[in-house]
């Protein structure tokens, strides 16, 4: 994905610290900022791969690839589900289901797969990764026959 650097300067960042007291409401923070294209809300993870692109790390790499994203300002909204999670005292792992509408489209967006990972820090909760990949024919995790339990 190619980022246009001479729209973004880490000056123009403004430093909100939410304290998220679990990594859920983190979760639900992140994709609310997303919908709103709300890229100060958004830069707390540290490690962000978007379907077929490359690995991106550091907060100004993902505020310019999200910069191109929501470069024409709010224009989708966003139904996470299925979500299968572990947690520890420290760490929780969410892989979920993301499914897009845009307006004035047709066609149904095939949902995107994506592992959430969050970190309790002293403020909280913070997202320390976002990996999303398309879904194979965009199936479901039922229509793909995986089990909930692997072991």
Known sequence: MRCDKARYHPAMAKKTLKLFASASDCEVAFYDAF???DLN???TGIVCIHPGGSRLAGTTAIRLSFTEIFSQGPN???KVGEL???QSQTLAIHSVYE???VPDRKENLPPVLATNVYLLTPHGWRMILHHASMSP???TVEEQGVLRILH
């Open 76 to 78: 989708a909204r966003i």
């Open 84 to 86: 299968r999670n572990h």
């Open 41 to 43: 809300l958004m830069m």
């Open 35 to 37: 919908e709103r294209a």
């Open 137 to 139: 024919q965009g199936t």
């Open 99 to 101: 499914s897009f509408t």
